[in-house]
């Protein structure tokens, strides 16, 4: 029987939260307005950088129109490519775990509400020897999760039933994606970037949540 597991990525495979942070930061400095911390980043993050840029803003009251919004956004993310590497590393015994899903004939995917350029870049730099089914960021031809077009596609490249597809993420978007997908296993870890009391709530409609790698290994066999 085939099987497959589709991952997010920041928070998720990749603490990235300080690359994210100094890309914002860097650009947020363009418009006067002042740097955000870590936890502020870790809040605005999930939905795509431009909304994440948008909730950095707004930290300090600044609203801008879409066009200068568009503008800054370009910016930030060519700042990003360029140091989309410089602190981000996987989570303690990501790598190990994803080797032992690929040997135990699990077709693993990537999909990341990231830029698609980003997130190529970041798993071919962090996870070069891992098999990867399926890596796809943020495209104007996929809608952004919580959509579940994304785990569509992975379920038709790994040959695997959609609503038999392991998704696995950190965020309340990667909770509703489980839930608009209608997947029978979802699970949601508590290292990513957001607190417990956050995702909670989805234990209730039967998301996992998992606090170590160990429990994770549980949860997806």
């Known amino acids: 029987m085939k099987k497959a597991i589709l ?18 930061n860097h650009t947020v400095k363009l418009t006067y307005n002042r740097e955000i911390s870590r936890e502020e980043c870790m809040s605005v993050v999930g939905r795509g950088l431009k909304n ?3 909730g950095a803003l ?21 700042f990003y490519k360029n140091n989309a590497c ?21 077709a693993l995917g990537v999909l990341s509400n990231k ?3 980003l997130v190529q870049e970041i798993v071919e730099k962090l996870f070069s020897d891992i098999n990867f089914t399926f890596i796809q960021g943020f495209c104007d031809k996929i809608p952004l999760k919580p959509d579940k077009a994304g785990v569509e596609i992975f379920a038709k490249l790994s040959g695997v039933p ?7 993420g950190d ?11 209608h997947l029978e296993k979802g699970i949601l870890v508590t290292w990513g970037f957001r607190p417990r009391e956050m995702i909670e ?19 997806v066999n």
């Open 86 to 106: 410089v602190y981000s590393k996987p989570y303690d015994g990501i790598t190990e775990f994803l080797k032992s899903m690929s040997q135990n004939g699990y």
């Open 52 to 54: 994440a840029l948008i």
């Open 201 to 219: 709530k989805f234990e209730k409609q039967g998301i996992k949540l998992v606090n170590t790698i160990e429990e994770l290994k549980d949860g």
């Open 162 to 168: 959609i609503e038999e597809v392991i998704y696995v």
């Open 115 to 117: 830029s698609d350029v």
């Open 7 to 24: 991952f997010d990525l920041d928070g998720t495979l990749v603490d990235t939260i300080e690359d994210i942070r100094c890309a914002i």
């Open 58 to 78: 707004a930290f300090s009251g600044a609203r801008y129109p879409e066009d200068e919004i568009d503008i800054l956004y370009h910016e930030l993310i060519s």
């Open 171 to 181: 965020s309340e978007v990667d909770g509703e994606t489980i839930i608009n997908a």
